[in-house]
């Protein structure tokens, strides 16, 4: 059984997209022994050439919080919702399966800029990025002739994505639809905020932002600060409009890695606390103490915005 000393980051190299990719098939061969993983793995490579500039018509991706990192940590999350939600019977076919995972793969697809598109970075789709990337699953399931119904699915599923949506709102076409959508609503909460370099991320997250004219963050550091509110309403909004579904994911740590514990919430837990630690600390510059992923270096040419 767990330690306590293993955490969620030393699981699975998240900064290689083929062991998070490697490892979601392990998983999904849990749940159904029989999947067509080679369907998936179509759909895996088709994103990674999409976010790396190799998919026809599409530049690479130029943002750096919603990248192709973000977009694996996302799918290793639903994936590992969905496995401790078959350990406790939920009723999940391998279509839903392929779906929610078809779904998280493109769920940011909306921030993928066409090739003849130089002006800016996708940030800029900040606030419409949800129904591009709707319009993206949707060709994308027409020019891989998916079964009828596939496009509508996905696509239902892609909106539970969406924060300003409420699910409630949201048509399905089943019960499971739905279910697997709220599951991905949450996997990609969880997803980014347990990223070990999550803080750090924040700083990319404040200027995509501000290229995407989202009011209401006048600086870095008052990002950082409205952090903390949007944790809580992220806990909100888990328990709440997504049914607590995250809770899940402790059945899969359990029977996975023999962990007793959720190493999602823990993660989370280790970020605000942190963050917390930065905000108090009103000596030190923020970026001083954000110093993971060598992104402050990279941010080098920006002046640190506090504020």
Known sequence: MDDGKRHLADLVNMESPQAV?????????????????????????????????RYPGYRACTTEYHNLKHTTDVLIALARIMHGASLKKAPLSEEGVFLGL???LLHDSGYIQAADDRKGTGAKYTLIHVERSVAFAEAYCARKRYPAGYA????????????????GEIPFLSEEVELVGRMLGAADLVGQMADRVYLEKLLFLFYEFKEGLLKGYSSERDLLQKTLTFYEHTKSRLDSDLGGIHRYLRHHFRERWGMDKDLYARAIESNIKHLRFILDDSGKDHRSHLQRGGIVKRLGRKPPSSG
Request: charged share 20%; proline share 8%.
């Open 102 to 104: 078809l779904s998280a």
């Open 152 to 167: 509508e699915k996905c696509t239902s599923m892609i909106r539970c994505t969406n924060l300003n949506t409420p699910v």
């Open 21 to 53: 990719y490697d490892e979601v098939r392990h998983i999904v061969s849990l749940i159904h022994p029989g999947f067509p993983l080679p369907l998936l793995d179509t759909v895996f490579r088709d994103t990674v050439r999409l976010f790396r500039g």
